[in-house]
């Protein structure tokens, strides 16, 4: 029924089948084959793959038995049909990789515009109740057992979103080197696939990233980063970066949209700016202030960019600011689509299971972007109100998207209940 790449595409009505509102190729398409060319052509790996697709979407859920529950069924005993899933997942011929690779092909060819923000993130994946699990290891502030997912993600101007690198981070895992070497692979990856003749990349991270290797990785390569530093450092010209930041004044104001108390609202913000010679590089620090944000509204950001006036530490300051409207990716992925309630064992269907969210979330992300008919029409399913301060979120497409599915599963039973004739029961 569907396949990836799951990229939206504005239609004129709403009528006929549902799924011709968008860019799913169907099976046999050439995009759909360019998907399984890469393990086998077996059309029932075509078929169960599908299903993986199928379920994720319309359960919210990485669980398969949550998967097999939404989707219509010809056998008798639905045990059957997880146990095909199952071994869909633990298949040698399906690669994560293989299913990646065509979300990234996808995605990227969407960008436009001359500079494109490459935001990494390193966001964890908690199993607080799992042991056995091949790799896992105790990550992020609360140091739960879970993996990280480490991800590059392309932002246009336009806020057109491709993924340019992902991998499921397991510091368990037999032969792993180190965080600082998976972020190196990430740093080319994503220059790889997302930059282009003409096409400036500007790197943003948040203070995860507040490294040395990596600012000289990102310049090395020719391109441009913004990173939120926390760490103190000597400068070339005396004192330290505490010291500039906490005394430099800040004397331009704006107002922005960030997400505050968990809802998006406009916010005053304040920022100045000072060319600082850190490890033997001119680079400038960007100080800003959102009083909204109390504590975790001091970011220093120090960039390569150049920064001669307001306008362009503006801009510096804007481009990080776009870094967390991605935040909304994430939720997508864990909130939307149940990124941590998968219960497969081993890295190789844990990742060909995290590689299926992926691409569905872009597609999410590019449907809530697109102001077409589809969207609209997902938004009244997902119980749009039309209220004027109804916000038109990911959360109201997810649920017009689960209904649609549903619509289509109970037809099907119908179908099968009658003999394949379609007649509606009374």
């Not at 042991?131 to 879970?146: C, F, M, Q, S």
């Not at 005396?238 to 005394?247: I, N, R």
């Not at 990742?351 to 992300?365: D, E």
């Amino acid at each position: 029924m569907v396949n990836l790449p799951l990229r939206a595409q504005p239609v004129s009505g709403t009528g006929g089948d549902p799924w011709t509102c968008s860019r799913w190729p169907r099976p046999g398409s050439r995009s759909s084959r360019a998907v399984l060319r890469a393990f086998s052509p077996d059309k029932r790996l075509h078929r169960r793959f599908e299903e993986v697709v199928r379920g994720a979407l319309a359960a919210g859920s990485a669980r398969v038995s949550e998967m097999v529950a939404s989707l219509p069924s010809p056998l008798q005993n639905r045990f059957h049909q997880a146990k095909a899933l199952y071994r869909f997942l633990s298949n040698p011929r399906v690669e994560a990789e293989a299913l990646l690779d065509r979300v990234y092909q996808e995605s990227a060819t969407a960008l436009e515009g001359e500079e494109v923000l490459v935001l990494l993130d390193l966001s964890p994946v908690a199993k607080p109740y799992a042991r056995a699990l091949e790799g896992i290891a105790r990550v992020g502030k609360d140091r739960r057992p879970g993996y990280e997912l480490l991800t590059a993600l392309g932002l246009d101007p336009a806020g057109r979103l491709a993924l340019g690198y992902a991998h499921l981070v397991a510091y368990g895992e037999r032969g792993f080197a180190s965080l600082p070497k998976e972020v190196e692979g990430a740093i080319e990856a994503a220059r790889e696939r997302l930059g282009g003749v003409g096409r400036r990349l500007v790197y943003v991270a948040d203070r995860g990233f507040d490294d040395r290797k990596v600012f000289g990785q990102v310049l090395a390569l020719g391109e441009e980063f913004v990173v939120r530093v926390y760490r103190d450092r000597k400068l070339g010209e005396g004192g330290s970066l505490a010291k500039v930041a906490s005394s430099l004044a800040l004397p331009c104001g704006e107002e922005v949209e960030l997400r505050v108390g968990g809802r998006y609202q406009r916010v005053r913000l304040h920022f100045g700016w000072r060319e600082v010679e850190v490890e033997g590089r001119r680079l400038h620090l960007v100080v800003c202030r959102v009083p909204a944000l109390g504590r975790r509204g001091e970011w220093w950001l120090l960039t390569s960019l150049p920064v001669r006036g307001r306008e362009e530490a503006a801009q510096v300051v804007e481009a990080y600011r776009r870094r967390w409207e991605v935040e909304r990716f994430f939720r997508l992925l864990k909130t939307g689509l149940g990124l941590e309630t998968f219960q497969v064992r081993g890295l190789a269907r844990i990742r060909k299971v995290v590689a299926v969210l992926l691409g569905l979330a872009v597609f999410l992300w590019e449907v809530e972007r697109l102001g077409d008919p589809f969207k609209g029409f997902l938004l009244q399913l997902g119980g749009k109100l039309g209220l004027p301060s109804e916000r038109d979120g990911p959360y109201l497409l997810l649920r017009g998207l689960v209904r649609l599915l549903n619509y289509e599963v109970t037809q099907e039973l119908l179908k099968q209940a009658k003999g394949g004739r379609g007649r509606s029961f009374g």
